[in-house]
C-alpha cells in the first residue's frame, strides 16, 4: 500500500505540472471591438498553447451574427448574409464559405463553451486584428 501511495503522489505532481503548461487562465486578457473592452459574462478569454481562446459565440454574436450549435457533431455554424463560418470542436480546420482553413489551436470546450483563437476566422470574413502582449488585449477593427 505505501508503495502505491509512493507512486501515486509524484504522478498526480506531474500531471499537474503538465496540464498547468498547456492552459493559462487569464482572466486579464481583453478584447476590444472598434475601441470598446467586450465584458465576458461566464468565460473569460484564455492562452492555450500561446495562443488566446475566446468564447465563439459571444465574440461572434457581438459582432452581429447568427451561431447554431449542432450538438451530434459537435459544430458551431456561424453565419451572417453572404458568410457562413463551421468550427468542429476538437479539430484545427474550420470552414469559411466553403474555404478550409487552419487553427493554430483545435477549437475546444472550456466551462462550457466554444473557445477558439479569434484570429483566422474574423480575418477570414474581413476584420482586422492585433495583439498587444504587453496590455495582453486583442483589438478587432470593423472597418
Known amino acids: 500500500m505505501k508503495k502505491i501511495r509512493f507512486l501515486l503522489v509524484p504522478m498526480a ?3 499537474l505540472v503538465l496540464l498547468s503548461a498547456t492552459q493559462v487562465y487569464a482572466d486579464n486578457i481583453r ?3 472598434d475601441g470598446e473592452a467586450l465584458q465576458f459574462r461566464d468565460q473569460v478569454p484564455i492562452i492555450v498553447d ?7 459565440r459571444f465574440v461572434f454574436e457581438t459582432l452581429g451574427f ?7 457533431t459537435q459544430t458551431a455554424v456561424i453565419t451572417r448574409p453572404g458568410d457562413m463560418i463551421t468550427v468542429t ?4 480546420i474550420f470552414v469559411t464559405s466553403g474555404v478550409e482553413h487552419t487553427l493554430d489551436v483545435a477549437a475546444e470546450i472550456i466551462g462550457g463553451r466554444i473557445m477558439v483563437p479569434l484570429r483566422f476566422p ?6 482586422r486584428l492585433a495583439w498587444d502582449g504587453t496590455t495582453r488585449t486583442v483589438s478587432v477593427y470593423t472597418r
Open 13 to 15: 505532481m506531474i500531471m
Open 31 to 33: 478584447v476590444l471591438v
Open 50 to 56: 500561446e495562443r488566446t481562446l475566446v468564447p465563439i
Open 66 to 72: 447568427e451561431v447554431e450549435w449542432d450538438t451530434t
Open 89 to 92: 470542436v476538437g479539430s484545427n
Open 122 to 127: 474574423l480575418e477570414s470574413v474581413g476584420y
